[in-house]
């Protein structure tokens, strides 16, 4: 399994100023809130002392703190980084200390801060002042069937949330338009029963869900009168309780794009990309691109990031000389601006190395490889996540090329790095276990190969779900040591199983279904073999295949 190859998100800022209700996070993602404009701000020359004073969810902090792979948007973090580095940091736990409780009972005339602190020990008093678990209860609660007129629920209402939520989910960010919501929201309402559950009228529907609860907080915050935005807390709980791979209907998604400007189908691309959605990928980037290309012109860098995407997602689907196509303008573009040394220009080389790798065109592949490590290690270090990631792609080119010693001294040389400074669990951490899981399958030390395969399997059926490409990737690999240690059975119902996942998620004409047609071949062969040696003959009557 070779590296993820490199794409970026550059969310455009919005013009026009200061956006009223914008939240920290908003903007360190523009990025407008950076180190010099604090600085700026804070200049002894201003008059006046200033205090600036924000909050960030741990969650969020800890996400801007690690450096991503993915070049552009590390500049955003690197940003982000050190303006919080400037940052004192106060950290506030969600419970309460038992001498604050003490505190808070002082203000218990509040009935809301009395109600808070009967729950403070299964919410936290600040969450609940929010009104976050009760706008999720109440919620949940409106799906139930509209027949008492003296006390009306509200699946419709319920309806119009879940589409808002899932929208979010999908990765569009900008405000909701109501059109949307409305077209796609039927879908959810029939999910949960649709007309048995004699919903509300449509405008009885909105009405419920904008109304304010307890003065501020609604479930939908109307924007203006065409949009909406959805209260975070039901976002967030609605996705902490997904399993892995349990996504946003794809129908809701195509219906979106056709809503979404640039920004938006940039961000859905993304969302789609890293959910394994690779066709869904492709259309949402070749909009943004087309959309970039239409509002920027060609070398615009917002264009040329959506067209770096598509390739990346063309790639993914195994239309490898379309992705050569691109990847190549975008590359002459990045070198007659940027020039060679720039991390973007080297990104781009990065990813068409791993194409050229995947073509067969190895000795291209391998000096593209060399060259984008030299300038990384120049620029970046030998332990940064940028040369981590050519080492890991270099070293399965050497594998490819035979040579095993050098290749298996890189693998364990970056894995043991990413394991010191990411953790087991991180992708990159599973990526370099599974490269090296690869080279011991290729050396025939099975038993090995076998252990590692199933550990990174746990971790990415766990993280990415059953049906994620690379979990996918994994199983199968694993089914052929399982082949080969001589246990054709499972390795038969593993490859056949692979198989028909392939053809439904990446269509029969994907590189990887294809070797996985060679795969059930090989083992349903050697299966077959093995029945004829039982009989003593060469029927194949009642010989093992692939069901339905």
């Not at 929208?167 to 649709?194: K, N, W």
């Not at 899981?437 to 766990?462: K, N, T």
Request: with cysteine; aromatic share 4%; proline share 4%.
């Amino acid at each position: 399994m070779s590296e993820d190859r490199e794409g970026w998100a550059n969310p455009t800022a919005e013009a026009g100023g200061l956006r009223p209700r914008i939240s920290i996070n908003t903007w360190f993602s523009a990025p407008e809130l950076t180190r010099e404009a604090v600085s700026r701000l804070l200049a002894p020359a201003r008059r006046g002392h200033r205090v600036v004073v924000a909050t960030l969810r741990a969650a969020e902090e800890n996400q801007w703190r690690t450096i991503p792979e993915d070049s552009a948007v590390a500049d955003t973090h690197r940003k982000v980084h050190d303006l919080l580095s400037r940052a004192h940091r106060i950290f506030l736990p969600r419970l309460f200390t038992p001498a604050e409780r003490e505190r808070a009972r002082n203000y218990a005339r509040d009935q809301r801060i009395a109600d808070a602190l009967q729950q403070a020990d299964e919410y936290g008093i600040a969450e609940y002042l929010a009104n976050g678990p009760q706008l999720l209860a109440e919620w949940e609660s409106a799906w139930s069937a509209n027949t008492d007129p003296q006390a009306p629920s509200h699946p419709r209402g319920a309806a119009l949330i879940a589409a808002a939520v899932d929208l979010r989910r999908a990765g569009y960010a900008s405000v909701l338009p109501r059109r949307l919501i409305e077209e796609v929201h039927g879908h959810y309402l029939d999910q949960q029963g649709g007309h048995r559950l004699n919903p509300e009228a449509l405008d009885d529907a909105w009405q419920w869900a904008t109304r304010p609860r307890r003065g501020t907080t609604r479930l939908l915050t109307p924007h203006d009168p065409d949009h909406v935005d959805v209260f975070d807390y039901l976002v967030d709980s609605v996705q902490r309780r997904t399993r892995a791979g349990d996504h946003v209907p794809e129908h809701v998604i195509t219906t979106a794009l056709t809503y979404a400007a640039a920004t938006d189908a940039h961000s859905i691309g993304i969302t789609a990309k890293a959910d394994g959605r690779y066709r869904l990928a492709e259309h949402a980037h070749r909009q943004a691109y087309t959309t970039r290309a239409d509002e920027h012109g060609p070398t615009h860098p917002d264009t040329l990031d959506s067209r770096n995407n598509l390739a990346l997602a063309l790639h993914d689907l195994g239309r490898l000389e379309e992705a050569e196509t691109e990847y190549r303008a975008v590359l002459d573009a990045h070198r007659r601006i940027l020039g060679d040394n720039h991390h973007r220009t080297l990104a781009i080389r990065s990813n068409l190395a791993s194409l050229l790798q995947a073509l067969g065109h190895f000795e291209k592949a391998e000096a593209e490889y060399h060259a984008v490590l030299d300038a990384h290690r120049r620029i970046l270090g030998d332990n940064h996540p940028h040369t981590l990631t050519i080492r890991s792609n270099l070293a399965s080119l050497l594998q490819a090329l035979g040579h095993f010693e050098k290749a298996e001294a890189e693998h364990h040389a970056v894995l043991d790095i990413r394991r010191r400074i990411l953790g087991d669990n991180h992708p990159h951490t599973l990526i370099s276990r599974s490269n090296l899981a690869s080279l011991l399958q290729g050396q025939g030390r099975l038993v090995e190969a076998a252990a590692e395969y199933h550990a990174v399997l746990d971790a990415h059926r766990r993280i990415l779900g059953d049906n994620h490409p690379d979990t996918l990737a994994i199983r199968g690999s694993l089914a052929s040591v399982l082949q080969a240690l001589g246990h054709l059975e499972k390795a038969a119902a593993e490859h056949c199983n692979v198989l028909a996942i392939r053809r439904r998620v990446l269509g029969d004409n994907h590189p990887h279904t294809l070797i996985s047609l060679e795969n059930v071949a090989s083992v349903l062969q050697a299966l077959r073999l093995s029945v004829e040696e039982l009989r003593g003959d060469d029927s194949d009557r009642n010989a093992p295949e692939c069901r339905g």
